[in-house]
């Protein structure tokens, strides 16, 4: 009897409890996320590629330029074997009470390890941290508004991979944007089974920055960027569509006459781009195409800065074979405009194009991915002499080649 009326006490006592814990959650008007993935990749190379190596290669660039402004690609002891983690990434996110009336507050802190090496002989594995978004948000209905650095409205999806996340294997072959301080606005409209989204967005200019005040900043205005975007099904399909439109502006004299001014001293950039995504259990389709100028900062024209033109686009094919294993595909391609290439720049080393040729055998268990991937650039490269800058003096199709192991934990 002594025991059933202590296990009686003890139960009472453990269902309150269960019962106050409850209702202090449900009045503690504070949420913590903690977001994010680790990976790993390890591959090979038979080539140096641009702007960096690894989970950063996006196009193949020249091992040297002779003192004739000959490209030199390698020719011996090529092949090279790596690793890099720096595409791991931490999301933190923290909810709060309502605020302005019934306006949903959250702010969000994103890094990765794409900061740069440390010093030393053990640098490359002492990676420094980077900052990717920052912004606090305001949420009521389908309205939805962010002040600080966010993705630009330019990137509304890139091609599946496991090894190019932060540097998508599109970058330099039909993906554009960056992350830049400025006020995003959201607008979601049900329409019917469909969701239209209205976007806009102002944020700071940007132009090949280093230090102080950059020529973007100096013409004084922002860069300004609209999206509709249309998410819906039809039957069994589902599928995304897009529009996107950016335009800014350039000083290039600098803020406060830094540099000497010219007869073209104001440089407009303009991006046009459309794609979308369709699915059909068990293949996907994704695509993206813009057709830009003067959009070196958003990583345009084979990332090169100058009053050029381009057309790029990149198409992925997805093929499901099971739940767990599927199979992908995919293309890509920036063609600067070569008269502009060979007139409105001076860089010595100047690429006329970029192809991507890729391929990706994934297979995933729960939040758990292993893939192989395998990656193809062929980059159209010319040097240039500096006392005639537009006759170049040498031109090769040089070509990368990459095979990537790649390990992968979403939490």
Do not use: C
Request: avoid cysteine; aromatic fraction near 10%; glycine fraction near 12%.
């Amino acid at each position: 009897m002594k025991n059933l009326r202590t296990l009686f006490i003890g139960s009472t006592l453990a269902i309150a409890l269960v019962a106050n814990t409850a209702r202090a959650q449900e009045a503690n008007p504070w949420k913590f996320e903690f977001h994010g993935f680790v990976t790993t990749s390890m591959f090979v190379a038979d080539t140096q590629f641009g702007p960096g190596y690894g989970q950063m290669s996006l196009f193949t660039a020249p091992a040297s330029v002779t003192a004739g402004g000959v490209l030199v690609e390698p020719s011996v002891d090529k092949a090279h074997f790596g690793g890099d983690i720096r595409q791991s990434r931490m999301n933190l996110s923290m909810a709060g009470p309502k605020a302005f009336g019934e306006w949903q507050p959250r702010g969000v802190l994103e890094f990765d390890l794409f900061g740069g090496f440390t010093a030393g002989a053990f640098g490359d594995e002492s990676l420094a941290p980077r900052i990717r978004v920052a912004f606090a948000e305001l949420k009521k209905g389908g309205t939805t508004i962010q002040i600080g650095q966010m993705n630009q409205l330019v990137v509304p999806q890139i091609p599946a991979s496991v090894s190019h996340i932060a540097f998508p294997w599109s970058y330099a072959a039909g993906t554009i944007g960056w992350r830049t301080p400025g006020i995003m606005v959201f607008h979601v409209i049900p329409v019917g089974d469909m969701k239209l989204e209205l976007a806009g967005a102002v944020q700071r200019g940007s132009w090949n920055d280093g230090t102080g005040v950059s020529l973007g900043e100096a013409a004084g205005i922002p860069q300004i960027e609209a999206r509709v975007k249309l998410d819906g099904k039809a039957g069994n399909a589902s599928y995304t569509a897009y529009l996107v439109g950016h335009y800014d502006e350039k000083d290039l004299s600098g803020w406060n006459a830094q540099a000497a001014p010219g007869a073209d001293a104001k440089l407009t950039g303009t991006a046009i781009q459309v794609g979308g995504k369709f699915t059909l259990a068990p293949v996907t389709f994704s695509f993206n195409a813009y057709q830009g100028k003067a959009i070196g900062q958003l990583l345009g024209q084979v990332l090169q800065f100058g009053d050029i033109s381009s057309v790029a686009g990149w198409a992925q094919l997805g093929f499901f074979a099971s739940k767990e294993l599927s199979v992908w595909a995919g293309f890509g391609m920036d063609k600067p405009d070569e008269d502009d290439i060979n007139t409105k720049i001076t860089a010595p080393v100047r690429r006329k194009q970029n192809q991507v040729v890729t391929g990706m055998v994934r297979y995933a268990s729960g939040n758990y991915s292993f893939a192989a991937e395998y990656f193809r650039t062929t980059t159209k490269t010319a040097t240039y002499a500096s006392a005639a800058p537009t006759t170049a003096v040498d031109e090769k199709d040089l070509t990368g080649q990459q095979v990537v192991l790649s390990a992968m934990y979403t939490f």
